[in-house]
């Protein structure tokens, strides 16, 4: 029984797997990520910017008790921040013995 039980469980693995279908830029093109989450005080709401790959974002207020959502349009994500040069390419202070512009980290 426990053999039987065994094979059928392999059966159902092998053929689950083999209907996936591989990944298409069209998936890609379809993938939204999540910044700037923030969680309330209380615990109660959690509100986070939503974007896809290529478009306008949005913004989510979720409930989390009640799991009732609210979403505004917020356009385009932002750009990227400039790098920044200290931590890009960080030296030695030796004044300072530590590595420059990073504080409390040496």
């Given at each position: 029984m426990q053999l039987r039980t065994l094979a059928l469980a392999a059966i159902f693995t092998f053929t689950a797997f083999a209907q996936k279908r591989p990944l298409t830029?069209?998936?890609y093109d379809s993938w939204r990520s999540i910044q700037s989450?923030?969680?309330?005080a209380d615990g109660a709401y959690l509100g986070y910017a939503l974007f896809p790959q290529d478009g306008d974002g949005?913004?989510?207020?979720?409930?989390?008790?009640t799991g009732k959502e609210w979403r505004q349009s917020i356009g385009a994500r932002p750009p990227a921040a400039p790098p920044n040069r200290?931590?890009?390419?960080?030296?030695?202070?030796?004044?300072?013995?530590?590595?420059?512009?990073?504080?409390?980290?040496?």
């Open positions: 830029h069209q998936d989450t923030h969680l309330s949005e913004f989510v207020l979720r409930n989390l008790k200290a931590t890009q390419n960080p030296r030695w202070d030796e004044q300072r013995g530590r590595i420059g512009g990073m504080k409390g980290l040496l």
